[in-house]
T-cell receptor, first 116, second 111 residues
Framework: EAQVTQNPRYLITVTGKKLTVTCSQNMNHEYMSWYRQDPGLGLRQIYY???????DKGDVPEGYKVSRKEKRNFPLILESPSPNQTSLYFC???????????????FGPGTRLTVL | QKEVEQDPGPLSVPEGAIVSLNCTYSNSAFQYFMWYRQYSRKGPELLMY????GNKEDGRFTAQVDKSSKYISLFIRDSQPSDSATYLC???????????FGKGNQVVVIP
């Protein structure tokens, strides 16, 4: 089954304790992206990756890191989480980086993070 | 001015009613317009996809794009309780995967 998976689905942590949220897709997509979703603010892009070893900042990258060492995986790293990073996080992937036509993004199930 | 404006106010309708949702946008470079549906505790899933101005129908769903007014709409006919979800509009430029999202509309269809 074609899908984007995220782990963990729920995480409660404390300020300053480094954490990683994993994302994996089995569709051989080049493009992958991380979003956070907050009430009243909608979905905002954190980082994206056009392909292996190619990453770039989205709209709200502060406090986050990413890496893309393999095509299928795109982990999100919070080196020193703070309470304002409490949010619902989604990973997404897309079949091509420069398609002029109807590719779209497939979203994972989400990771609900609480930073105390 | 935000790139994409979507009134996030919750919308409650009786079963069988027509649901009307809309978004406005400011960037005339947007060419691809999408509506995503998000059920509670799930990731968004693509519902409708349109390119440029015009209408697109898929079953009970109709997406409209008016590029001259920078306005897109989603209509749901004969709404069902299973349509209760948050609907997000999204759009992007050509040759660019970055999606700009609206804040989402929560829709509740009351049996």
């Amino acid at each position: 089954e074609a899908q984007v998976t995220q782990n963990p689905r729920y995480l409660i942590t404390v300020t300053g304790k480094k954490l990683t949220v994993t994302c994996s897709q089995n569709m051989n997509h080049e493009y992958m992206s991380w979003y956070r979703q907050d009430p009243g603010l909608g979905l905002r892009q954190i980082y994206y990756s056009m392909n292996v070893e190619v990453t770039d900042k989205g709209d709200v990258p502060e406090g986050y890191k990413v890496s893309r060492k393999e095509k299928r995986n795109f982990p999100l790293i919070l080196e020193s989480p703070s309470p304002n990073q409490t949010s619902l996080y989604f990973c997404a992937s897309s079949p091509t980086q420069t398609s002029w036509w109807g590719d779209t993004q497939y979203f994972g199930p989400g990771t609900r993070l609480t930073v105390l | 001015q935000k790139e994409v404006e979507q009134d996030p106010g919750p919308l409650s309708v009786p079963e069988g009613a027509i649901v009307s949702l809309n978004c406005t946008y400011s960037n005339s470079a947007f060419q691809y317009f999408m509506w995503y549906r998000q059920y509670s505790r799930k990731g968004p899933e693509l519902l409708m996809y349109t390119y440029s101005s015009g209408n697109k129908e898929d079953g009970r769903f109709t997406a409209q794009v008016d590029k001259s007014s920078k306005y897109i709409s989603l209509f749901i006919r004969d709404s069902q309780p299973s349509d209760s979800a948050t609907y997000l509009c999204a759009m992007r430029k050509g040759g660019n995967n970055r999606l700009a999202f609206g804040k989402g509309n929560q829709v509740v269809v009351i049996p």
